[in-house]
């Protein structure tokens, strides 16, 4: 089967060429807008980061103070309770700003494939799948304008779906003619119909 990705026809060829780039284009901005909200969130990062940081530092620092407290005789143990407790709030300041840093790369990766989700389905179903219905059909049409013995259904189907005025520009009493079996009038059905795939009908030898 012969798959044709555009139109026989120059100006509907030249529309399908054209629809084809804006996609890309359309594709192309859309994760260029991903990746641009992704890193637009995942700098909130710094934030977690910094309060890492802070409360790490915090609980070292009491730690040590902690540690070196417990060594004076006697009011030692005692004066050191304080600075553990300090401590452990340091490190439970640590612990948020890791969870901090993870929500925050886990919503920019959120973020970011949510668009190119988006994009991708819009592009989806506003492009890809009539072009994969376009390709199909023209690669049916062909088939059937490649084989003479098919004119007649072709013919057939140009009477049951092409407008009124498509068909008297054929002829005024196209019906007639196509029961009558007129070769040309036949022809010209056929080439009406296969134009709506964009298949030119192929020239009589």
Not at 53 to 80: C, E, F, K, N, Y
Not at 157 to 175: G, H, K, M, Y
């Amino acid at each position: 089967m012969t798959v044709t990705l555009y139109s026989d026809f120059p100006g509907r060829r030249t529309m399908q060429i054209v629809g084809d780039v804006f996609a890309l284009v359309v594709l192309l901005g859309g994760i260029v807008v991903a990746v641009s909200l992704h890193n637009a969130i995942a700098a909130f990062d710094a934030i977690g980061r910094d309060v890492k940081r802070s409360g790490t530092g915090l609980a070292s620092t009491m730690s040590d103070i902690g540690d070196s407290l417990a060594a004076v005789p006697l009011i030692g143990g005692s004066i050191r309770a304080p600075f553990d407790a300090a401590s452990d709030a340091g490190g439970t300041l640590a612990a948020a700003g890791a969870d901090w840093q993870r929500t925050v790369h886990t919503l920019a990766a959120f973020a970011g494939w949510t668009v190119v989700g988006l994009v991708v389905l819009i592009l989806l179903f506003g492009w890809i799948r009539p072009r994969i219905t376009g390709i199909a059909r023209r690669a049916t049409a062909k088939r059937l304008a490649d084989s003479p013995t098919s004119m007649d259904l072709l013919a057939f189907r140009a009477l049951a779906t092409r407008s009124p005025q498509d068909l008297a520009r054929v002829n005024a009493d196209v019906a007639g003619a196509w029961r009558r079996g007129d070769t040309e009038v036949i022809r010209q059905l056929a080439a009406l119909e296969l134009r709506a795939s964009g298949v030119r009908l192929p020239t009589a030898g």
